[in-house]
């Protein structure tokens, strides 16, 4: 037999293992359940059959040997022959003629040519003479051996009962083991589809609720029964949970461009006004390099735009961070050095308290974090500034305090958020990513970033495992 073939695409077809793979999961398992059972009720069928015939096999063989038994005590003694009802005999010579024969055989021989042959040798016959189908009410099992009479040659008895009792059993049999096996695997059929669609439908339901998130329909969440803890209801609160976080990621992109969109229009704007203004009258060598500077500060501050949203996606995964061994005096020192001549000209002191132990940190993205801190309480608090970096314990605590007036109550709470300043004005110097990048660097390490308010001024904290 061929496998089935069906047309997938004009000149393409799709055999019977690829045709199964595009079927429902429903069918699919109805298929296996049922192909599963056929095997099982197959073997059990058979292994009935089997013993029963077995059984009637023994009970025909032990009835065919006593009625032989009989026949050939009958020859010896000179009596007529004869026996139970379903019974037949003949008693045929060496060259394979009839000598005596129940009335149903007394024209045609039992036996072949070669039977008859291998009888005179002294072998013993046995077989059946037609099968279980189709019906036939002549079936027989005969057993055939040579007997010699006294001052006689030698003859082939041969004593056969009737099978129709025994084939009328086993049709029967096999009848009813056919019905059987059908409804059965016909009811293990439809368990399996209940049972298939009952533990497939919650996953329906929770494609068709999970399809409404390309409608944008806002808070959606998967119906998820409190009371169970099965597969499919941990698999809604896994999809719930993940729709939460893409719910927040969303919303992050959604200010994330909103506020982008505000940073870059401001200095896109100053640069087509300057051009504007450049370009409205000849303008002298003097004027025309201030505007050149002009907009050369306001390319440097797109870039410097640029490279911190850059450095934040780069940090949005764990895999960039690269820890190694560092000295924490040092690694402090190397990051404030660039701030320390610009706190010099602000005639405001800048103060490091580090101790001398080895920290496992990642320097390359720690020291810009250390010199945003540095550079937010230089440009927006007042006084000295002073850093203070301790490794207690596998953590690193490093805070940097200022003399200033502190944050505004009202932005502590948003203080590490993308594209937030202290100061109401977007106008002022600053992309407001200072603090989301230091952010982003402590949690790279596994760490957090606090920032409060003191006595004395503000303070922002960095806790990493180190």
């Known amino acids: 037999m061929t496998p089935a073939i069906v047309e997938d695409e004009p000149g393409r077809r799709l055999h019977g293992p690829r045709l199964l793979q595009r079927l429902p999961i429903v069918l699919r398992l109805v298929i296996a359940v049922a192909a599963a059972m056929s095997l099982v009720l197959g073997g059990a069928a058979a292994l009935v059959y089997w013993r029963v015939e077995t059984a009637l096999d023994q009970q025909l063989d032990a009835d065919l040997a006593t009625y032989h038994h009989d026949l050939v005590r009958d020859l010896h003694a000179g009596r007529s022959l004869s026996g139970p009802d379903g019974s037949v005999y003949q008693i045929l010579d060496r060259r394979g003629r009839i000598v005596a024969a129940s009335s149903l055989v007394r024209t045609e021989r039992l036996l072949t040519a070669a039977e008859i042959k291998a009888a005179t040798d002294g072998a013993t016959i046995h077989r059946d003479i037609g099968g279980l189908l189709p019906l036939d009410p002549h079936t027989l099992r005969l057993t055939a051996e040579r007997v010699r009479l006294s001052h006689q040659r030698p003859v082939i008895a041969v004593a056969a009962l009737r099978r129709g009792h025994r084939d009328e059993a086993l049709r029967e049999l096999l009848a009813q083991l056919g019905i059987a096996a059908g409804l059965t695997l016909l009811a293990a059929s439809y368990v399996g589809y209940r049972t298939a669609r009952a533990a497939l439908d919650p996953v329906e339901r929770y494609r068709h609720r999970a399809a409404t998130l390309a409608d944008g329909a806002p808070r959606i969440r998967l119906p998820v029964p409190e009371d169970r803890d099965d597969e499919i209801t941990r698999l809604g609160h896994t999809l719930n949970q993940m729709l939460d976080r893409l719910e927040a990621s969303a919303e992050r992109e959604r200010r994330f461009v909103a506020d982008a969109s505000h940073e870059l229009r401001t ?61 924490l005096a040092e690694l402090v020192d190397t990051a404030i050095s660039a701030d320390a001549q610009a706190a010099a000209h602000a005639g405001r002191s800048l103060t490091v308290d580090a101790a001398s132990t080895t920290v496992n940190v990642d320097a390359r993205w720690l020291r810009p974090a250390i010199g945003n801190l540095i550079s937010n309480a230089l440009r927006h ?50 992309s407001g990513l200072g603090l989301a990048f230091v952010a982003a660097i402590a949690a790279a390490h596994g760490g957090t970033a606090h920032a409060e308010n003191t006595p004395t001024g503000s303070a922002v904290t960095l806790d990493l495992p180190c």
């Open 267 to 327: 200095p896109l704007s100053l640069l087509r006004a300057e051009l504007d203004v450049a370009l409205h009258r000849p303008r002298s060598a003097h004027e025309l390099t201030e505007t050149l500077r002009s907009v050369d500060a306001e390319v440097q501050r797109l870039i410097d735009l640029s490279n911190a949203l850059l450095d934040l996606e780069e940090l949005g995964s764990s895999k960039h961070i690269t820890r190694a061994p560092e000295d």
């Open 381 to 430: 608090g007042q006084g000295g500034v002073h850093v203070t970096a301790t490794a207690t314990e596998g953590r690193l605590r490093l805070t940097v305090t200022d003399e200033g007036p502190g944050f505004p109550p009202e932005f502590l709470p948003r203080a590490f958020d993308r594209f937030t300043r202290a100061e109401a004005s977007r106008t002022s110097k600053g």
